[in-house]
């Protein structure tokens, strides 16, 4: 039931918030609905949840849609790899989007936003153990990804940073990569002399260890929703 795993990963979080002397509500809880149809959306929405993260741009456009049509206008997050020819899809309809990750990006979702005189929050993908299966920017192009955004694209607002630490990096065997993203973040706060203060990282199998490390934002999916279906 959703309902009872919901209360329990809320519990879970201010447990972990309690446990580092945090305040709970410095942490977000985005509840990951990829795939998972539109009704355990809605019952997980009924019970509070107001933020839902999503990878893939046609499903949450339809899921936005039918909540529209319910009278009912939640927070969605883009938090998957975004292809430039999508980017004029999301830009302005999302509430943050986790992945950006290049110039060309950057330059496509500035287009998309001037047009509609809107700005974007968005975070910075770090691709921190340089899988090459994997969507980010390498930690060492992260100051001039940054320097880019700032100079060339007036309307993304940089909030932070992401990460998706390897799949094998297991439970607390994530947390030195928590660890490395908080200080990327503090190092490049530090150069760019702005606030960065999002930190979206941990997911359902490690998202107390993301919190002990300063995450501002959990993705969690499986241990709300149980397995994900197949597409
Ligand atoms: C699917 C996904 C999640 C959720 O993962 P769970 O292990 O199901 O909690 C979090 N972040 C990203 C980027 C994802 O694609």
């Known amino acids: 039931m959703v309902k009872e795993s919901y209360e329990r990963v809320l519990e879970q979080v201010a447990l972990a918030c309690e446990k580092c002397g945090r305040a ?5 809880l985005l509840a990951v609905s990829k795939f998972h149809p539109f009704q355990e959306m809605l019952a997980l929405y009924q019970l509070g949840q107001d933020a839902f993260g999503e990878s893939y741009v046609q499903e949450a456009l339809g899921k936005m849609a039918d909540f529209e049509k319910e009278g009912f ?5 883009f938090i998957g ?8 899809l999301v830009a302005g309809n999302f509430q943050l989007i986790h992945s950006l990750d290049s110039e060309k990006l950057g330059l496509a979702l500035e287009k998309a936003l001037l047009a509609q005189n809107k700005t974007q929050d968005v975070l910075l993908q770090v691709n921190l153990a340089l899988e090459p299966q994997k969507s980010g920017v390498a930690q060492d192009q ?3 990804l940054a320097t880019f955004v700032l100079e060339h694209c007036p309307h993304l607002k940089l909030k932070g940073l992401m990460c998706l630490p390897p799949l094998e990096a297991e439970g607390e065997k994530a ?4 660890v490395a993203l908080r200080e990327l973040r503090d190092k ?3 150069s760019l002399q702005l606030s960065l203060p ?3 990282m941990g997911m359902s199998g490690d998202f107390p260890f993301a919190i002990y490390e300063g995450a501002t934002i ?4 499986t241990a709300l929703f149980g397995p994900r279906p197949p597409k």
């Open 142 to 144: 992260l100051l001039p």
């Open 198 to 200: 999002e930190l979206s």
């Open 175 to 178: 947390r030195p990569y928590f």
């Open 218 to 221: 959990v993705r969690v999916g």
């Open 24 to 28: 709970k509500s410095s942490v977000k």
């Open 73 to 77: 206008s939640p927070n969605f997050h």
């Open 81 to 88: 790899h975004l292809q430039t020819r999508k980017a004029p």
């Open 188 to 190: 490049l706060a530090l």
